[in-house]
């Protein structure tokens, strides 16, 4: 399971889609998209947003693996 923590991370740096669009030319919409998980995302796209943050991609993108269903 992947868990996004762009809002949260939004929320504790201060800051909205408008300014880190802005700074690191990343669209709006695509950093929409990102938010709500509706798109698959390049690495560098992410680089580029942890950099911008002061995050590191685990921080970013939470990845937990299901557990195997008993057959």
Excluded: F, H, Q
């Excluded at 709006?28 to 002061?54: E, P, R």
Aim: include cysteine.
């Amino acid at each position: 399971m992947l868990k996004n923590n762009l809002r949260i991370i939004y929320a504790e740096s201060i800051t909205n889609a408008s300014s880190v669009s802005k700074n690191t030319g990343i669209a709006k919409s695509t950093l929409s998209k990102i938010m709500n998980s509706k798109t698959d995302v390049k690495l560098s796209t992410l680089i580029k947003l942890c950099d911008y943050l002061g995050c590191t991609l685990s921080e970013l993108i939470e990845y937990t693996p299901d557990k195997p269903t008993a057959v």
